[in-house]
């Protein structure tokens, strides 16, 4: 009897940590209960419990619910492009961050494409979206007011608790902030940027309680922002192969999408690398913790999963 329990213990072991799957191995763009996605590259939290993720070959800003439902909110496969206005009217190209500010229900997203950040809220009861920061005709690196700011190939936004919006700039290899109307630069690899360090190719950040961390796919490095003070390389027991997405659960541990393995790996006290996720994914580009539950996007089988922590 001892025997068969710790069998049974272990069996629910390994059924608890399978993942659940939203969507097939099949690209395509339907919403409901049997959903086809196409790329989901980034996911933020969202209301009820619900996560809001870019779909990003469909151009479109989806809700995924633990039961398996998907909406799209706004954005299609069709609507390729560059355009502000309402959601019938809207365009979008190369989307690669989103974040959501609960407080006052508005979604920004970022544009590799564009090189915009723009605003997604209520006006006359529908959904609007405008550009807050950005040169869409002009491509480069320039600090200053935020319609006059340039940036280059943006991929992630995270947003701060007093106003401030900060993005992820992979051409310039910066973290940049805009508040009040004026674009600054936070973090960088050159000599005008106040914090420096080695990025390469930083390409997703997350906050972890007052700190940003911040992976970079390019050096296969993962960095701590102590904003104001310092940049700190964490010294893995590992390596990493190409960490594509990072999340904090605010208790002590860092989650990783690292893209080269195919797993998504836990970081504990900024030191200690382990797997948590290794089968039936497919270049996992993204990680979100909310309610308990561990987000995946898993971009090259079109799919959201999600396991329990």
């Not at 997604?120 to 950005?134: M, Y």
């Not at 007011?145 to 401030?164: M, P, R």
């Not at 310092?230 to 590992?238: A, G, Q, Y």
Request: contains cysteine.
């Amino acid at each position: 009897m001892k025997h068969t329990f710790t069998f049974l213990f272990f069996l629910a072991l390994i059924i608890n940590i399978d993942a659940q799957v939203i969507g097939t191995t099949e690209a395509g763009f339907v919403d409901g209960s049997s959903p086809l996605l196409d790329k989901p590259i980034r996911m933020t939290p969202y209301k009820n419990g619900k996560i809001l993720f870019i779909d990003f070959n469909n151009n479109a800003v989806r809700v995924a619910s633990a039961n398996g439902e998907v909406e799209t909110l706004i954005g299609a496969t069709e609507k390729k492009g560059y355009k502000d206005g309402f959601a019938d009217v809207a365009l979008f190209a190369g989307m690669h961050g989103v974040a959501y500010d609960k407080k006052n229900d508005i979604i920004y997203i970022v544009s590799a494409t564009n090189n915009v950040i723009r605003k997604i809220s209520h006006k006359d009861n529908k959904l609007f979206v405008e550009t807050i920061a950005g040169n869409q005709k002009e491509k480069g690196f320039q600090d200053g007011d935020a319609l006059s700011a340039k940036f280059n190939s943006l991929h992630q936004i995270l947003l701060g608790e007093n106003g401030e919006i900060y993005v992820l700039d992979i051409g310039n290899a910066k973290v940049r902030m805009l508040k009040d109307g004026i674009v600054s630069t936070v973090a960088g690899n050159d000599d005008i940027s106040p914090l420096k360090t080695d990025f390469k190719y930083p390409i997703d950040m997350a906050f972890d309680k007052k700190d940003i961390v911040i992976c970079d796919a390019g050096n296969a490095n993962i960095y701590r922002i102590i904003l104001g003070n310092k940049i700190v390389t964490l010294d893995l027991n590992e390596e990493l192969k190409m960490p594509h997405g990072i999340c904090s659960d605010n208790n002590g541990t860092l989650y990783i999408a690292d893209m080269g393995t195919h797993k998504i790996l836990k970081i504990e006290s900024d030191h200690k690398l382990s797997t948590v996720v290794d089968k039936d994914l497919n270049k996992p580009a993204a990680v979100i913790v909310d309610n308990g539950l561990l987000w995946i996007a898993d971009l090259y089988n079109h799919q959201i999963k999600y396991i329990k922590l």
